[in-house]
T-cell receptor
Framework: DAGVTQSPTHLIKTRGQHVTLRCSPISGHKSVSWYQQVLGQGPQFIFQYYEKEERGRGNFPDRFSARQFPNYSSELNVNALLLGDSALYLC?????????????FGPGTRLTVL | AQTVTQSQPEMSVQEAETVTLSCTYDTSESDYYLFWYKQPPSRQMILVIRQEAYKQQNATENRFSVNFQKAAKSFSLKISDSQLGDAAMYFCAYIWRGAQKLVFGQGTRLTINP
């Protein structure tokens, strides 16, 4: 079975632009979480979606938004990019929204903001 | 606040030797889960081992084992018979029952010397 997939692998944007990152969960998984990993640090939680509804939000500005589609794939959108948004963005999927469910991570999207 | 601290930014070990990575956490919760994740240069976050806080027995997965000290809020990872493929960033993480987000430490970079 395919694992969590993310696209694109890398992208470069300039300040003020908008970006959309995509994630496809493992087949059968209904929950998707997004994390931001700045270089040299551990991942920070951004959002969790389950059954197309937002179940949790981290301490990120409103420039960050996400959604989940009927097939459980997800998009993370970031508006008005800042230099500080440069990071590895990780998507994780799990069977359900319970804290007991193991989260499986994708390879990430490396975003560079110039 | 729920925090996870890894006090060793870098560790190195000779191949076939044993190494222990440290992790402490701060929580007021009594029911939670602890994890060690491995992140190789390929960036894919892989679960190494998990521990339920209500279980007194330390978790073991082949060459990987943990020393879980609940009263001390300590959760160290022991890697026995270290192999070159163990070289990676290791992150300690925590989630409490009912929560949506994993809380990660800053990571420990493990180098294996041949």
């Amino acid at each position: 079975d395919a694992g969590v997939t993310q696209s694109p692998t890398h992208l470069i944007k300039t300040r003020g632009q908008h970006v959309t990152l995509r994630c496809s969960p493992i087949s059968g998984h209904k929950s998707v979480s997004w994390y931001q990993q700045v270089l040299g640090q551990g991942p920070q939680f951004i959002f969790q979606y389950y059954e197309k509804e937002e179940r949790g939000r981290g301490n990120f500005p409103d420039r960050f938004s996400a959604r989940q589609f009927p097939n459980y794939s997800s998009e993370l959108n970031v508006n008005a990019l800042l230099l500080g948004d440069s990071a590895l963005y990780l998507c994780a999927s799990s069977l359900g929204a319970s804290s007991y469910n193991e989260q499986f991570f994708g390879p990430g999207t490396r975003l560079t903001v110039l | 606040a729920q925090t996870v601290t890894q006090s060793q930014p870098e560790m190195s070990v000779q191949e076939a030797e044993t190494v222990t990575l440290s992790c402490t956490y701060d929580t007021s919760e009594s029911d939670y889960y602890l994890f060690w994740y491995k992140q190789p240069p390929s960036r894919q976050m892989i679960l190494v081992i998990r521990q339920e806080a209500y279980k007194q027995q330390n978790a073991t997965e082949n060459r990987f084992s943990v020393n879980f000290q609940k009263a001390a809020k300590s959760f160290s990872l022991k890697i026995s018979d270290s192999q070159l493929g163990d070289a990676a960033m290791y992150f300690c993480a925590y989630i409490w029952r009912g929560a949506q987000k994993l809380v990660f430490g800053q990571g420990t970079r493990l180098t294996i010397n041949p």
